[in-house]
Every structure is written in structure tokens, then in C-alpha cells.
């Protein structure tokens, strides 16, 4: 395990997975690591074609409050986070009682 900010790790650290997969508490540190993994992407100097071996996946997940959602997003070939940005819902701030203590159904 890393305790860590995610922007102390460089390329080098990114490159090395198969597949990323955050569940981050804001679009500022998803927007870093949507950027992250798409500046790993390569393409042939020739066709100017993306090279398939370099795309990591994001898998990205989140709560607001009661509501969750989870995409996978393909950089290079998806839309990212920066294309879909006004899919995530208003930050809405739950008082922490408020979640802690509202009875959930069964």
C-alpha cells in the first residue's frame, strides 16, 4: 500500500498498471488523474494510431450523500473525465450526523 497524495507519484509509477481504480472525493484529483493516465498514452509516429498497449483504464467510482455511480473510462478512446464534466452532480455537502444516522431501509 501507498499513503500518499496521488500527484507525489510520477509517470513511471502510473505506467506500471494494468488498470487504475479511485474512488476520489473530488473532480480537482480526478482531473489529475484523468490527466495522468492520458499523457501515458503513445502513438505511431508514422499512422499517428494509438498504441493499444499503452492505454490504463480508469475505473472510477463516487458517492454523493445516498447516490453512487461507477464508469470505467478508456483514455484515448472514451470519453474522460474533462469531456463528461457536467455528469457529476452538484457538490452537495451532508452534514455527517445527518448520513450517520438516518435509518436505512432493510
Known sequence: PHFAKIQDFGADFYRQFHIVVCGLDAIVPR???NGMLLSLLRYDAETGELDPASIVPLVDGGTEGFKGNARV???GM???VDCTLD???PQVAYPLCTIAHTPRPP
Do not use: F, G, Q, T
Request: glycine content about 0%; overall charge positive.
Open 73 to 75: 473510462i478508456l483514455p
Open 78 to 80: 472514451s470519453a474522460c
Open 87 to 89: 455528469l457529476y452532480p
Open 31 to 33: 482531473r489529475w488523474i
